[in-house]
């Protein structure tokens, strides 16, 4: 009977955990539907700046006689410093979502090692915190909270001290790394270089047709502020697309959580039965030699 029991506790338990993933699984996906409007938003917010910034530079580079000359613009071909921001959850229980976006940060940490090159490491969320912490790697910057509620004044005043590092020469390179939403179902690693801004992506070299004037003498001072705003939604647009992909990751890991838990109730129960059965069998069989061996 304490066979029984153990089962029959064994039993209760797993519901109770079913309940609790499937609740989880449900908070997940409403989250996620919010996440994803504010993405969408976002997403055409983001496609505006870039087409804008691409117009000013565009004319900038028709202007100048030897082509785009910005510090922003200005790519290096063998980087002496590296910085590596990269954004992972504040909890768990998404699967592979926090391990996928530290297995790239590490290939990139290697890669730039390789090369003889100072990587200076910046994180967002809790758990890429207490890896490398726990790893004993150090951390230039962190924040906790930003991931879970990503904030746009947060976020630009976290990579606006970054970027100032950049325009003082300090860093050559900025390179962001999180997991990025692809569908309910799918999500996949981002690398962005966020500084030095790739020219190869703007349409430098073709004719504008673009109605807009900026005076000569404005246009590094309009360009800088661009970029600025630039880099500022980037990471604010890379914090939501995290996070929806954290909601995602989320949502499949307790759904398959869920399943395997109806299904270990359903071995437990046929457990339970069988042993209930050879218990009931047992006591027969004595009930059966008692009465046999009183005649």
Same mark, same amino acid.
């Given at each position: 009977?304490?066979?029984?029991?153990?089962?029959?506790?064994?039993?209760?338990?797993?519901?109770?955990?079913?309940?609790?993933?499937?609740?989880? =699984?449900?908070?997940?996906?409403?989250?996620? +539907?919010?996440?994803? /409007?504010?993405?969408?938003?976002?997403?055409?917010?983001?496609? =505006?700046?870039? /087409?804008?910034?691409?117009?000013?530079?565009? +004319?900038?580079?028709?202007?100048?006689?030897?082509?785009?000359?910005?510090?922003?613009?200005?790519?290096?071909?063998?980087?002496?410093?590296?910085? @590596?921001?990269?954004?992972?959850?504040?909890?768990? #229980?998404?699967?592979?979502?926090?391990?996928?976006? @530290? =297995?790239?940060?590490?290939?990139?940490?290697?890669?730039? =090692?390789?090369?003889?090159?100072?990587?200076?490491?910046?994180?967002?969320?809790?758990?890429? %915190?207490?890896?490398? +912490?726990?790893?004993?790697?150090?951390?230039?910057?962190?924040?906790?909270?930003?991931?879970?509620?990503?904030?746009?004044?947060?976020?630009?005043?976290? @990579?606006?001290?970054?970027?100032?590092?950049?325009?003082?020469?300090?860093?050559?390179? %900025?390179?962001?790394?999180?997991?990025?939403?692809?569908?309910?179902?799918?999500?996949?690693?981002? /690398?962005?270089?966020?500084?030095? %801004?790739?020219?190869?992506? #703007?349409?430098?070299?073709?004719?504008?047709?673009?109605?807009?004037?900026?005076?000569?003498?404005?246009?590094?001072?309009?360009?800088?502020?661009?970029?600025?705003?630039?880099?500022?939604?980037?990471?604010?647009?890379?914090?939501?697309?995290?996070?929806?992909?954290?909601?995602?990751?989320?949502?499949?890991?307790?759904? *398959?959580?869920?399943?395997? *838990?109806?299904?270990?109730?359903?071995? #437990?129960?046929?457990?339970?039965? +069988?042993?209930?059965?050879?218990? @009931?069998?047992?006591?027969? %069989?004595?009930?059966?030699?008692?009465? /046999?061996?009183?005649?």
């Amino acid at each position: 009977m304490a066979n029984l029991k153990e089962i029959k506790r064994k039993i209760g338990s797993v519901k109770n955990t079913q309940k609790t993933t499937k609740a989880m =699984k449900l908070v997940s996906s409403a989250k996620l +539907k919010r996440t994803e /409007e504010l993405a969408k938003r976002s997403r055409v917010y983001a496609a =505006k700046l870039t /087409e804008l910034l691409n117009e000013i530079a565009q +004319k900038m580079h028709q202007n100048n006689v030897g082509g785009l000359d910005n510090i922003y613009f200005r790519d290096v071909v063998n980087p002496k410093v590296v910085d @590596i921001v990269f954004i992972t959850a504040d909890k768990g #229980l998404c699967g592979g979502f926090n391990a996928q976006t @530290i =297995k790239r940060v590490n290939q990139l940490i290697a890669t730039y =090692k390789a090369q003889d090159v100072k990587i200076r490491l910046r994180a967002v969320g809790r758990k890429g %915190i207490d890896y490398y +912490k726990f790893n004993n790697i150090d951390l230039n910057d962190q924040v906790i909270g930003l991931s879970a509620a990503p904030n746009f004044e947060q976020a630009a005043a976290f @990579i606006s001290d970054i970027s100032a590092a950049y325009a003082r020469g300090e860093t050559d390179k %900025i390179v962001l790394v999180h997991n990025g939403y692809v569908s309910m179902i799918a999500q996949e690693i981002r /690398e962005d270089q966020v500084l030095p %801004i790739d020219a190869s992506k #703007l349409a430098l070299n073709t004719v504008s047709t673009s109605e807009l004037e900026v005076e000569p003498d404005d246009d590094d001072t309009l360009l800088e502020a661009l970029v600025k705003r630039y880099v500022e939604y980037t990471m604010y647009y890379s914090l939501i697309d995290s996070l929806a992909a954290e909601h995602s990751a989320r949502m499949q890991a307790m759904d *398959a959580a869920t399943t395997n *838990a109806k299904q270990m109730v359903k071995e #437990l129960t046929v457990k339970y039965n +069988k042993a209930r059965q050879e218990s @009931i069998t047992t006591e027969l %069989i004595e009930i059966i030699s008692g009465v /046999e061996s009183m005649k």
